[in-house]
């Protein structure tokens, strides 16, 4: 079974800095992997996904990159703003399309003004 | 398209009653999923269907939830009875194939 790991669990950081989020999975053999970001009490937001024939996706100030060989995913927020502060969880879906898949346990980002 | 619809956005309920959260997927995506969240828990699978068949129901916690998907456009899922530890918050996600999934905003349930 498909082990999704995120560190760390949570991460202050000033405005304007650049920072590293970062995911973790046991199995290579992936579909594709999604950034989603959710803020409180609210749903998730899909940000990026990436196929697994892909190295990295960009959009505006983010970047997700993806490594299978090593099972690591890093999402990249440049810039930071006190409105990126949310919770941002990965999510890998198995080769097989029609499964489901798997979720991290999250980072939790606190953008300081 | 108005995205995944989930109904209702929040619940409060007494113990022993019944519970049925809605959900509409988006229009065209074959895959429906219902997770629960809970702070000590975080996100957890509860079922998925593929073109309206369920898949997986081995996070259904007890046979208490129950989960239909009568056609492509509606699902349920229903807590017969309730308990206050099934107070959480329920999210319904759906996607096409091995494309991009997308999540309702959420049902809060409060079972006192």
């Known amino acids: 079974k498909q082990e999704v790991t995120q560190i760390p669990a949570a991460l202050s950081v000033p405005e304007g800095e650049n920072l590293v989020l970062n995911c973790s999975f046991t199995?290579?053999?992936?579909?594709?992997l999604q950034w989603f970001r959710q803020d409180p009490g609210k749903g998730l937001t899909s940000l990026l996904l990436?196929?697994?024939?892909?190295r990295e996706q960009t959009s505006g100030r983010l970047n997700a990159s993806l490594d299978k060989s090593s099972g690591r995913s890093t999402l990249y927020i440049a810039a930071s703003q006190p409105g990126d502060s949310a919770t941002y969880l990965c999510?890998?879906?198995?080769?097989?399309?029609?499964?489901?898949?798997?979720f991290g346990t999250g980072t939790s980002l606190t953008v300081i003004p | 398209d108005a995205g995944v619809i989930q109904s209702p956005r929040h619940e409060v309920t007494e113990m022993g009653q019944e519970v049925t959260l809605r959900c509409k997927p988006i229009?065209?995506?074959?895959?429906l999923f219902w997770y629960r969240q809970t702070m000590m828990r975080g996100l957890e699978l509860l079922i998925y269907?593929?073109?309206?068949?369920?898949?997986?129901d081995s996070g259904m916690p007890e046979d208490r939830f129950s989960a239909k998907m009568p056609n492509a456009s509606f699902s349920t899922l229903k807590i017969q009875p309730s308990e206050p530890r099934d107070s959480a918050v329920y999210f319904c996600?759906?996607?096409?194939?091995?494309?991009?999934?997308?999540f309702g905003q959420g049902t809060r349930l409060t079972v006192v």
């Open positions: 996600a759906s996607r096409h194939r091995g494309r991009r999934a997308f």
């Open positions: 229009s065209g995506h074959n895959s």
């Open positions: 199995d290579s053999a992936i579909y594709n």
């Open positions: 269907f593929n073109n309206n068949v369920p898949i997986d």
């Open positions: 990436i196929q697994s024939s892909q």
């Open positions: 999510a890998v879906l198995p080769p097989d399309t029609g499964n489901q898949f798997y």
